[in-house]
């Protein structure tokens, strides 16, 4: 089993550039989710989607948007980088939705927005 | 002020030292308590869970959870090198993931 797989492992975007980080699980679970890591901010939740079909907003949502393209796949855009947005992207993904269920995080994604 | 206030280090200890990493918080309400640690390049993977105030033990981890002092901490006996990573509490009201507040990480050291 591959678990939780994220492309790109690295991209620069010059600002005002748009671009997809990629996700997908083989592990057949229902939810899934992008975080952010920055310097002194541990994670934070960027989107999530608790089954397929269904994504929500979550604590820093602005300036992305995500796409449940079915149950293994969950991709987040964004649509005009700003360097705010520079960071480690991290995909997760678990069977329900409770936090006493293990979660499994991707490799991350690093981005530098120019 | 942050919700989770957790000291980044580095925390470097020799091998065989008991560890102790700790998380304030400010919402009385978090009931779910949470500790992942995240090696170099690595995405997190959880190690404890805690619901509640107690203690929970597991191999050489101890979490421990005091609500009315708002702390919660996690304890490493017998440090390995194969130990040294960043470690992340984590907390929730609800106990949904999509409500989890991360603390900022704290990086350990245990050298041989």
């Known amino acids: 089993n591959a678990g939780v797989t994220q492309t790109p492992k690295f991209q620069v975007l010059k600002t005002g550039q748009s671009m997809t980080l990629q996700c997908a699980q083989d592990?057949?679970?229902?939810?899934m989710y992008w975080y952010r890591q920055d310097p002194g901010m541990g994670l934070r939740l960027i989107y999530y989607s608790a089954s397929e079909g269904t994504t929500d907003k979550g604590e820093v949502p602005n300036g992305y948007n995500v796409s449940r393209l079915n149950k293994r796949e969950f991709s987040l855009r964004l649509e005009s980088a700003a360097p705010s947005q520079t960071s480690v992207y991290f995909c997760?993904?678990?069977?329900?939705?409770?936090?006493?269920?293990?979660?499994?995080f991707g490799p991350g994604t690093r981005l530098l927005v120019l | 002020q942050k919700e989770v206030e957790q000291d980044p280090g580095p925390l470097s200890v020799p091998e065989g030292a008991i560890v102790s990493l700790n998380c304030t918080y400010s919402?009385?309400?978090?009931?779910?308590f949470m500790w992942y640690r995240q090696y170099s390049r690595k995405g997190p993977e959880l190690l404890m869970y805690?619901?509640?105030?107690g203690n929970k033990e597991d191999g050489r981890f101890t979490a421990q959870v005091d609500k009315s002092s708002k702390y919660i901490s996690l304890f490493i006996r017998d440090s390995q090198p194969s130990d040294s990573a960043t470690y992340l509490c984590?907390?929730?009201?609800?106990?949904?993931?999509?409500?989890?507040?991360f603390g900022a990480g704290t990086r350990l050291a245990v050298h041989p």
């Open positions: 919402n009385s309400a978090f009931q779910y």
């Open positions: 997760a993904s678990q069977r329900g939705g409770l936090a006493r269920e293990t979660q499994y």
């Open positions: 592990m057949n679970h229902n939810s």
């Open positions: 805690t619901y509640s105030s």
């Open positions: 984590a907390m929730s009201v609800t106990g949904g993931y999509n409500k989890l507040i």
